[in-house]
């Protein structure tokens, strides 16, 4: 499978992988467009790839959106749960396990 661009705007854009059943989970980057946000969308997308898992990757750059989940940036959620929030980064090995702890 392949990520695909869906389209931009206010939230900065969507990545998708599709399986056949047409069931996405959703990976949410919360972030204004600093370089750590930017380094977070990142990681995000790679261990999406590298786990094959198929997921809608979203970069939420809009203040109200952020503020749904997150004070501190950057944010991870993954099907709707705060995954992490602020700094320090996570290491790409630790993003790709708070994916994972979510795969059905």
Same mark, same amino acid.
Not at 7 to 17: E, I, K, L, P, T
Not at 39 to 56: E, N, P, R
Not at 71 to 92: C, E, F, I, N, Y
């Given at each position: $499978?392949?990520?695909? !661009?869906?389209?931009?705007?206010?939230?900065?854009?969507?990545?998708?992988?599709?399986?056949?059943?047409? %069931?996405? $989970?959703?990976? %949410? =980057?919360?972030?204004?467009?600093?370089?750590?946000? %930017?380094?977070?969308?990142? $990681?995000?997308? /790679?261990? !999406?790839?590298?786990?094959?898992?198929?997921?809608?990757?979203?970069?939420? /750059?809009?203040?109200?959106?952020?503020?749904?989940? =997150?004070?501190?940036?950057?944010?991870? =959620?993954?099907?709707?749960?705060?995954?992490?929030?602020?700094?320090?980064?996570?290491? /790409?090995?630790? =993003?790709? /396990?708070?994916?994972?702890?979510? $795969?059905?």
């Amino acid at each position: $499978m392949e990520i695909k !661009v869906l389209g931009s705007g206010v939230c900065g854009g969507a990545w998708r992988r599709r399986n056949v059943e047409g %069931k996405d $989970m959703e990976v %949410k =980057v919360l972030g204004p467009g600093c370089p750590n946000c %930017k380094k977070m969308m990142d $990681m995000a997308l /790679q261990a !999406v790839s590298d786990l094959g898992v198929d997921a809608t990757v979203d970069y939420v /750059q809009d203040m109200a959106g952020i503020m749904k989940y =997150v004070m501190t940036t950057p944010g991870l =959620v993954v099907d709707g749960k705060v995954k992490h929030a602020g700094r320090p980064l996570p290491s /790409q090995e630790k =993003v790709k /396990q708070m994916i994972r702890e979510e $795969m059905p």
